[in-house]
């Protein structure tokens, strides 16, 4: 590679390397909202890029090449939060059955636990008494039910 080539590349690099750098720093002072716009609101993508044309002094020629850099880094942002959004969702999904099938589990278990307590019980009581004895069992699920809901 000739020398004069490669100066011209290294210039270009750094160049380019130097804007993006500027570019990170100035994000953070353009974040906080522009006057006449309220907390929560966004300043609209065409307006922030004008803005940092104007802070960064971009050139005419610059200005093209800039924009689509910018238009990449907007849809890169957007990929990496629909995809983490999906993930998110994916492993809401995961919890959620796992929850439903815990559930399912212990409610089994919670039945096996009432016909052993029955079957121990049926000689024992009578039929009004084991009728009694369910529904106290009952009421005491209910009362623990409501107490963890609060």
Do not use: D, H
Not at 11 to 23: C, E, I, N, P
Not at 44 to 58: C, H, K
Not at 86 to 97: F, G, L, N, P
Not at 109 to 136: D, H, N, Y
């Amino acid at each position: 590679m000739r020398p004069y080539r490669f100066a011209a590349i290294k210039k270009v690099m750094f160049t380019t390397f130097s804007l993006l750098a500027l570019l990170f720093c100035t994000q953070a002072a353009l974040a906080q909202p522009a006057q006449g716009q309220g907390q929560g609101q966004r300043m609209n993508p065409e307006a922030r890029i004008s803005e940092l044309i104007s802070v960064l002094e971009i050139t005419p020629e610059q200005e093209p090449a800039f924009r689509e850099a910018m238009g990449k880094i907007a849809q890169e942002q957007r990929n990496n939060m629909r995809e983490r959004n999906q993930a998110e969702r994916i492993e809401r999904q995961a919890r959620r059955e796992e929850m439903q099938a815990r559930r399912a589990e212990m409610q089994t278990q919670r039945a096996e636990m009432q016909a052993m307590s029955e079957s121990i019980l049926a000689p024992v009581l009578s039929t009004e008494q084991l009728a009694k004895f369910r529904a106290v069992q009952e009421q005491q699920a209910e009362e623990m039910r409501s107490r963890m809901r609060e």
